[in-house]
């Protein structure tokens, strides 16, 4: 029997699919359920199985090489087999992707010029002032020789006397170049006369000099978009763009929940309970209690479902990928701590199962292991809703008139105004308060 190795559909957004590597090589003898190759899809890489038996005859797309979804990679028949009629429909056997290129490391010489190091200084133009100009002076007009006597009428030196004139510096205008009233009254009127020549100003006053450290590189590079972070710049649009979100926060005491978690995790044997496990147990019970939340647009109808899928948005360094938790309102919330500490550490290795990748009815994004108090998160379509979760915070609170500290959480949750209101998104989100404010509850 043939049977065609595809490039599965992983994802609801994936349109090609790269073959990361063969497990398999051919000839070698292959069972239904035996994992035959990695592939790279828009979130993460996925170990695919071998849906029939027999020998892997051929590859037909080797590591490297991206192809769409639905195209086929491979074939596994019998050794007797005839694969004519399959190799004539095949495409042709691509070799693997060429490695992008790696800049060579940038030299200082080759690099883009460091910016010079900028450092004010003071101005050093040289100022010469200028005396202005008296009338009836001459720079010939200076004190007599051997301090002789000064040819001024005694009207002249009465007048001088009382303005302050220095008639040492005055020429006079009258018979014999004496001095007269008139240029005594002149000068008076006019701007003082410099005796000395004017000092130079002084300096400006020190600017402080700021020093740019010398840098080496380039100063950016461009780095190619990831297949994850293609996926995420196409979707996110289509997300907040059409998706009409709104938004309902509230603030959780989780006083009694911090305690219940620390006593269940002192239990020897049992599984470390996170705050996060808590957080998927109230949503899945809630979501029980509030269908309408547990909700999908499809086209002319609203698709509700009846069963707790739960995404959880886990941060990779290439992206952020949500891996699900299945029938979470069914599991003990021991059973959710296992389950959800396993696809987290599998997603950060690339090793997610392909169902482990979709067909989450609800999403939770948790940042508060990075002390956010409080934020908002873009629904995951074709969900209807996510929940944004916070740190659990020590703060001061008012319980029964007095004043304690206590631990407070904020959950945002943002829905789809398409699929509910704001009473039902309230609604659902006071039902997981209160599950979080009775922890006991979570237990049964």
């Known amino acids: 029997m043939i049977t065609k190795v595809l490039m599965p559909k992983l994802s609801e957004a994936m349109e090609t699919g790269k073959v990361i590597k063969w497990l398999k090589k051919e000839g070698d003898a292959i069972k239904g359920g035996d994992v035959i190759a990695e592939i790279e899809t828009d979130k993460a890489n996925v170990e695919i199985e071998a849906f029939g038996s027999g020998v892997l005859r051929k590859i037909l797309i080797g590591e490297g090489g991206?192809?769409?979804?639905?195209?086929?990679?491979?074939?596994?028949?019998?050794?007797?087999?005839?694969?004519?009629?399959?190799?004539?429909?095949?495409?042709a056997k691509r070799p693997a992707a060429a490695p992008a290129p790696v800049p060579a490391p940038v030299s200082p010489a080759s690099a883009v010029p460091a910016m010079e190091s900028y450092r004010s200084t003071p101005e050093?133009?040289?100022?010469?002032?200028?005396?202005?100009?008296?009338?009836?002076?001459?720079?010939s007009a200076a004190p007599a020789a051997g301090g002789g006597r000064?040819?001024?009428?005694?009207?002249?030196?009465?007048?001088?006397?009382?303005?302050?004139?220095?008639?040492?510096?005055?020429?006079g205008t009258g018979p014999g170049g004496r001095i007269v009233r008139r240029d005594v009254e002149s000068a008076a009127t006019s701007p003082a006369p410099a005796v000395a020549a004017a000092a130079a100003p002084a300096p400006a006053a020190a600017r402080p000099q700021f020093v740019?450290?010398?840098?080496?590189?380039?100063?950016?590079?461009?780095?190619?978009?990831?297949?994850?972070?293609?996926?995420?710049?196409?979707?996110?649009?289509?997300?907040k763009g059409p998706v009409p979100h709104f938004y309902v926060t509230s603030d959780v005491s989780m006083d009694r929940a911090w305690a219940l978690r620390a006593e269940l995790n002192a239990l020897e044997g049992q599984p470390k309970i996170s705050v996060t496990d808590m957080i998927v147990k109230a949503c899945a019970l809630a979501l029980l209690k509030n269908p309408g939340v547990n909700a999908q647009l499809q086209g002319q109808s609203i698709r509700v479902f009846h069963r707790a899928h739960i995404g959880l948005a886990i941060a990779l360094d290439e992206g952020l990928i949500t891996a699900v938790v299945r029938d979470c309102d069914a599991k003990p919330l021991a059973q959710i701590a296992v389950e959800a500490r396993d696809v987290a550490e599998r997603a950060r290795g690339g090793k997610l199962r392909a169902q482990e990748l979709s067909g989450a009815t609800f999403s939770i994004s948790n940042l508060g292991m990075?002390?956010?108090?409080?934020?908002?998160?873009?629904?995951?379509?074709?969900?209807?809703?996510?929940?944004?979760?916070?740190?659990?915070?020590?703060?001061?609170?008012?319980?029964?008139?007095?004043?304690?500290?206590?631990?407070r959480m904020k959950m945002t949750i943002s829905c789809d105004h398409r699929v509910m209101d704001g009473a039902m998104g309230a609604r659902f989100l006071q039902d997981a308060k209160r599950l979080l404010e009775e922890p006991l509850r979570l237990l049964v």
């Open 370 to 407: 990075y002390d956010v108090e409080e934020f908002s998160a873009i629904i995951n379509p074709p969900e209807g809703a996510i929940l944004a979760v916070g740190s659990v915070l020590e703060k001061p609170v008012v319980d029964g008139g007095q004043l304690r500290v206590g631990r």
């Open 124 to 139: 050093t133009t040289k100022v010469v002032p200028m005396a202005p100009a008296l009338p009836n002076r001459s720079p």
């Open 150 to 171: 000064i040819k001024a009428s005694p009207l002249a030196r009465k007048v001088a006397a009382q303005s302050g004139v220095d008639l040492r510096l005055l020429q």
């Open 212 to 239: 740019i450290p010398q840098r080496t590189g380039a100063e950016f590079e461009d780095k190619p978009l990831s297949s994850m972070r293609a996926i995420i710049a196409k979707r996110m649009p289509l997300s």
């Open 66 to 91: 991206q192809v769409p979804v639905g195209e086929m990679i491979g074939v596994i028949a019998d050794p007797a087999d005839d694969l004519g009629a399959v190799a004539a429909g095949a495409p």
